[in-house]
């Protein structure tokens, strides 16, 4: 009986114990404390630096590039094609044989005209000599006066037949070199108009040959653009043009803008210009649509973030995570200028020395620790 009480004081005891301590039972103070029990692990971040770079301004734009030399083979006179000399598609040098019209007509009409100078000639060596006999009895009365007039008279009329006959004689040698058609250029040959075998009027269009090493880029800009067009076209000789491919942003090439239209187009609000291309490698192709970038001018020493690293709220707030030395990040507000080559210059609230957190910044605010992994440069 005395067992079973103890064994009844113990257990109530151990009851007791157990009680006290889940009541004085506190939270660590280290809970919450960064690095503490309880606290969140800083988050993986890649960074990179602000870059301090010459950033041109420039206005974008979409052009199309047109050949600087664009030329329409036409026939100069009618007759059947004979012979095509070179491939459709094919580059041809100045003065490469084009195509052969039937030179047998032009050159029976020529033959003709040379007989008929010959005849002409031989006959003014005839009233000449005529002229000269008439001449030494003149004086004699041997013929009369209107006897030598007339003599005379058909002396010039030899001599004006010559003229005409030589006149028609250049104008067969040029239709005779009409039938053999050259290229007045060094160029692309386009697709064949006319074939071989087909009968041709004369101002026939057989092809045509364009220039694709030399062009030009057309394009427009907003008016608005154009006071600072005007300034700095005033302050240089001339502005570089940028163009680009829009299926591969990768090829480009620069030009030179040479031409701005004489007035501004009502209807659009926009100014024709004009750059010229040189294309040696024929990266860009007449015809093509391209991205085009004028040129303005270079803000020099500007601090530069990769536009992927900064961050839009609200009516255009912009904002960039800070890197601190300490590992944590901040949130800085910052104004943003000129975009160029994914890369957006800061006007205002970074300094050129800082780094800015560019992936990993989910769910990161003021004082968020961090540890970085990488930093792209």
């Known amino acids: 009986m005395k067992t079973k009480s103890n064994r009844c004081q113990l257990i109530a005891l151990v009851l007791l114990s157990i009680g006290f301590h889940g009541c004085n039972t506190k939270t660590p103070k280290s809970a919450g404390i960064p690095g503490g029990p309880g ?27 047109i050949s600087q030399e664009s030329i329409n083979i036409t026939a100069q006179v009618p007759g059947e094609i004979k012979e095509v000399h070179v491939a ?34 031989a006959q003014l060596q005839l009233d000449e000599a005529k002229l000269t006999r008439s001449k030494s009895l003149l004086p004699d009365n ?24 030589e006149a028609q004689i250049v104008q067969a040698k040029v239709d005779l070199e009409h039938c053999h058609i050259t290229s007045p250029i060094n160029g692309l040959m386009g697709k064949y108009q006319v074939d071989c075998g087909n009968v041709v009027s004369q101002a026939t269009v057989l092809a045509n040959i364009q220039n694709v090493w030399q062009l030009y880029v057309d394009f427009s ?38 031409f701005v239209n004489n007035s501004i187009d009502p209807s659009s609000g926009t100014i024709h210009l004009r750059a010229s291309l040189e294309n040696e490698d024929t990266s860009f192709w007449p015809g093509q649509s391209v991205t085009v970038r004028l040129k303005m001018t270079t803000l020099n020493n500007a601090i530069t973030l990769p536009t992927e690293a900064i961050k839009i709220h609200g009516n255009n ?3 960039v995570l800070v890197a601190k030395p300490d590992n944590t990040a901040e949130l800085r507000q910052i104004s943003v200028g000129e975009t160029y ?20 910044n989910i769910m ?13 440069e």
């Open 39 to 65: 606290a969140r692990p800083p988050v993986p971040v890649t960074v990179t630096p602000a870059k301090v770079m010459d950033v041109p301004i420039t206005v974008g734009s979409l052009g199309k590039c």
């Open 88 to 121: 459709q598609g094919s580059y041809v040098e100045i003065n490469e044989m084009l195509y052969t019209i039937d030179p047998r007509k032009y050159e029976a009409t020529l033959a003709k005209l040379e007989a008929e100078l010959a005849k002409a000639e």
């Open 142 to 165: 041997y013929i009369s006066q209107q006897e030598f007039e007339t003599c005379e008279s058909k002396v010039l009329q030899d001599r004006a037949s010559i003229k005409q006959i």
């Open 221 to 258: 800009i907003a008016e608005t653009y154009f006071p600072d067009l005007n300034r700095y076209l005033s302050e240089k000789d001339s502005l570089d043009v940028e163009v680009s491919s829009i299926s591969d942003p990768s090829i480009t090439a620069t030009g030179t803008l040479d």
């Open 317 to 319: 707030r912009y904002y």
């Open 341 to 360: 080559n994914n890369r957006t210059v800061i006007k205002e609230g970074l300094a050129a020395d800082e780094t800015v957190i560019l992936k990993g």
């Open 364 to 376: 990161l605010g003021n004082g968020s620790q961090i540890i970085v992994m990488q930093q792209d």
